[in-house]
């Protein structure tokens, strides 16, 4: 007589009864009644895996390994390609993840578009019908004759009409809503559906030399929804984020073995799609002020240096415990500084409220660089004396006061010399050639110079 099971079809816990929670994954309501497979089936598995296993693997030295040639699909739009590192490597495996109306399918299909007129593309969607896609297609004015499209989200048909027709680029939008074959448990968007998905779609990339470029969801978290192995399997990952300004969508490479790791494009929605925003410096620097408590910095993300606007505002606390209200960076790399200044300036800024951010939403993940310019907006704002206008401030700060040179300087002060910033604060030590004006700095001591009105 055959044995009952209860198999969670979340992570494949497998319990001799029926539970309300899974007691491998902790979700609810996913264990499903199976058939315990018989002890003479399980021994012709494992008779068959034996056999499988006896046989010897071809190995080849470095030397015998045939040089590929590694061609890259270019879509003829400079923010994507370069973000993706140079085009889209034939035979690579890449995920696009972002939150949900971010303009990730409009995104895709605008590359597919592009893509399509030189090369032959296939676009499933599992999300949309083919009257949706049209009417979005429609709208974006997409025209490639090589640029099929299917609604198809059976994941073994998907993978079938790839190897049969072998095109260049197939794009499955999205990998969580493909279901595999009909007898399989695994619901779509559970982790061993997008695992074995996962796998699957990567093992066609690299048999057949497809590039297989799809799109996924987010957690709640803003992480890449599903397992941690889907990273792992695919070569590049990247997100596209908002900000708050000019309705500007990031690009962003997390992981990239092609290619730049945390380089970034920007992108600006409009109403026939995504519109590449080559000049993102030109508009931060028009929206800058000159006010107490303003500085420029410079974030490089990946091989593009950002120039934002840090802003500072201290005012006298009116509670026991004063406040620390920072976005846009690490809130304790504001309170490291601020703590340098009161130590060695005697500043009183404990007894100040400080709120800081950096102007527009962006983010800086990086802030050793802006260090100096934490420091100068603190302290400008806290004399309530304006720094000198174009100013930008490039150094790190010690603990013991002392102002550093700072990393890939040279990437920095081209960025500021192309738009003509009058006054560049760094540390005296940092080796520069620059026609800007160069302030160098040793110590904390010498910001002072810049409030020549107040003393401390």
């Known amino acids: 007589m055959a044995k009952t099971q209860y198999r969670c079809t979340n992570c494949h816990h497998v319990s001799i009864k029926w539970v309300g929670c899974c007691p491998g994954c902790s979700e609810w309501n996913s264990l499903i009644e199976s058939v315990a497979p018989s002890a003479k089936k399980r021994s012709e598995q494992r008779s068959q895996a034996s056999a499988t296993l006896s046989l010897n693997s071809q190995l080849v030295t470095l030397a015998d390994i045939p040089a590929g040639v590694t061609e890259r699909f270019l879509s003829g739009v400079p923010e994507w390609d370069r973000v993706i590192g140079g085009g889209i490597l034939a ?271 962006f983010k800086i993940k990086e802030s050793a660089a802006a260090d100096l310019g934490i420091a100068l907006a603190l302290l400008s704002s806290y004399f309530q004396k304006q720094l000198p206008p174009k100013s930008v401030a490039i150094a790190e700060m010690s603990l013991t006061g002392q102002v550093k040179p700072t990393n890939q300087i040279n990437l920095i002060i081209k960025e500021v010399e192309k738009f003509r910033l009058d006054n560049v604060f760094v540390a005296k030590r940092q080796q520069i050639k620059s026609t800007s004006n160069l302030v160098g700095f040793d110590s904390v001591y010498q910001l002072l110079k810049l409030f020549p009105d107040d003393g401390v």
């Not at 695992?195 to 057949?208: I, P, S, V, Y």
């Open 91 to 361: 035979g690579s495996f890449v995920i696009l993840t972002g939150d949900p109306g971010i303009g990730k399918s409009t995104l895709l299909l605008q590359i597919a578009d592009k893509i399509g007129k030189q090369r032959r593309v296939f676009y499933f969607s599992s999300e949309e019908s083919l009257q949706q896609l049209k009417t979005r297609a429609t709208r974006l004015k997409v025209s490639a004759a090589n640029l099929l499209f299917s609604d198809q989200a059976n994941l073994e048909s998907i993978i079938a009409t790839a190897r049969e027709h072998k095109p260049d680029l197939l794009i499955l939008d999205s990998i969580q809503n493909c279901y595999l074959s009909e007898t399989s448990e695994a619901i779509p968007g559970t982790i061993a559906q997008l695992r074995e998905a996962g796998f699957q779609l990567m093992k066609l990339a690299k048999e057949n030399n497809i590039a297989v470029l799809v799109t996924g969801h987010i957690t709640k978290d803003g992480t890449m929804a599903g397992p941690k192995v889907l990273e792992h399997l695919v070569d590049a990952v990247f997100y596209l984020q908002a900000e708050d300004r000019f309705q500007t969508r990031i690009l962003r490479s997390v992981k990239n073995r092609f290619g730049e790791v945390n380089e970034v494009g920007f992108f600006q929605m409009e109403e026939h799609g995504l519109i590449e925003m080559s000049n993102i410096n030109e508009m931060l620097l028009a929206e800058a002020s000159s006010s107490p408590g303003s500085i420029m910095v410079c974030s490089v993300e990946g091989s593009r240096p950002l120039l934002l606007e840090l802003q500072a505002l201290c005012v006298p606390t009116k509670f026991g415990m004063p406040q620390r209200v920072v976005t846009g960076l690490e809130p304790k790399r504001v309170v490291l500084i601020a703590a340098i200044l009161e130590k060695y300036l005697h500043v009183k800024l404990s007894s100040q409220d400080i709120f800081f951010k950096v102007s527009g939403g």
